[in-house]
């Protein structure tokens, strides 16, 4: 069925690394992607968000690229600080479900001092 | 301003009881969803509620219920509870656009003995 996913469940960075966060997905019907960072302990915090009619977009240190011909999503951390360390998913809305949004499983960042 | 608030922190409850789960959303949000998050999985849709009235429903048991009050605060209620019930359950609300970023709440840690 149709999925979104991501790559890699963990990825371990030094401090001040850059940091590549991958996700597929399978609906190339899909209109908007969400980063979310997750804290242990807390509920998801939206990091940025990238819309279908976009390849890229930038945030506050983070840069989402979205690679619809291979139905490829990523979220880079610049300079990836020890308070990035989470796990981050990636989330797909479709037109005509807005009310779902499919999670990945997510990915675990841990950032090495 | 105020983020999502959800009720309570932790929630302890014995094989075959009922618990409810309360959330607010962010001033101005109509929408609110409630996800179930088990241990090491992903996020998974359980409901969805806009202006008081249910919108759809993830892949639950009716045992799963809730409801969403005039000043768009919601509950969800959990009945006959069963041990794989333990989970975070997270609630997240949205603006009256659709496609509107939902916003997460702390989460409530459920825990069934």
């Known amino acids: 069925g149709e999925s979104v996913g991501l790559h890699l469940p963990t990825l371990s960075v030094q401090e001040g690394d850059n940091s590549i966060i991958n996700c597929a997905y399978s609906?190339?019907?899909?209109?908007?992607f969400i980063w979310y960072k997750q804290e242990s302990g807390k509920g998801p915090q939206f990091i940025i968000d990238i819309r279908s009619n976009m390849d890229k977009r930038q945030g506050q240190r983070v840069t989402v690229l979205l690679n619809k011909t291979v139905k490829h999503l990523s979220l880079q951390i610049a300079a990836t600080q020890p308070g990035d360390s989470a796990v981050y998913f990636c989330?797909?809305?479709?037109?005509?479900?807005?009310?779902?949004?499919?999670f990945g499983p997510g990915t675990s960042l841990s950032v090495i001092p | 301003e105020a983020g999502v608030t959800q009720s309570p922190t932790h929630l302890i409850k014995t094989r075959g009881q009922q618990a409810t789960l309360r959330c607010s959303p962010i001033?101005?949000?109509?929408?609110v969803y409630w996800y179930q998050q088990a241990l090491g999985l992903g996020l998974q849709f359980l409901l969805w509620?806009?202006?008081?009235?249910?919108?759809n429903r993830g892949n639950f048991p009716p045992r799963f219920s809730g409801r969403q009050f005039p000043n768009y605060s919601s509950e969800l209620n959990v009945n006959a509870l069963e041990l794989e019930d333990s989970a975070l359950y997270l609630c997240a609300s949205s603006g009256r656009i659709s496609t509107d970023t939902q916003y997460f709440g702390p989460g409530t840690r459920l825990t069934v003995l």
């Open positions: 609906n190339s019907a899909s209109d908007y």
């Open positions: 509620y806009d202006e008081g009235e249910e919108r």
């Open positions: 001033s101005g949000h109509t929408s």
């Open positions: 989330a797909e809305i479709r037109e005509t479900s807005y009310d779902k949004v499919i």
